[in-house]
């Protein structure tokens, strides 16, 4: 199974920015499909962003615009850059390995913490 860590969360004000990132241990990161889902207290884990092993992605719906999910595939490490946060956007931020394009993987990380607040 593939070992995820997170990192690059933080707090920050409405309309600022925050890149997290995500390194991979094993050398299939590559070929697996990653992605970032978030959970807000008192919500269920929701989708954020997924990329493909050809750099194909999705997003969700409220993120579409404001966030970037990116690869590098030398580093095994995939990142979501978010920009115009909002207090909505508050959450703890997990990253994905597996699965397929419109479907979880079964290994996560451990999550990051991100607030926007003033």
């Known amino acids: 199974q593939v070992q995820l860590v997170e990192s690059g969360g933080g707090l920050v004000q409405p309309g600022g920015s925050l890149r997290l990132s995500c390194a991979a241990s094993?050398?299939?990161?590559?070929?697996?499909?990653m992605g970032w889902y978030r959970q807000a207290p008192g919500k269920e884990r929701e989708l954020v962003a997924r990329?493909?092993?050809?750099?194909?992605?999705i997003y969700a719906d409220s993120v579409k615009g404001r966030f970037t999910i990116s690869r590098d595939n030398v580093k095994n490490t995939v990142y979501l850059q978010m920009n115009s946060l909002k207090p909505e956007d508050t959450a703890v931020y997990y990253c994905?390995?597996?699965?397929?394009?419109?479907?979880?993987?079964?290994?996560w990380g451990q999550g990051t913490q991100v607030t926007v607040s003033s």
């Open positions: 994905n390995a597996g699965g397929g394009l419109y479907y979880t993987g079964d290994s």
């Open positions: 094993g050398s299939t990161f590559s070929r697996n499909v």
């Open positions: 990329i493909s092993s050809g750099r194909e992605t």
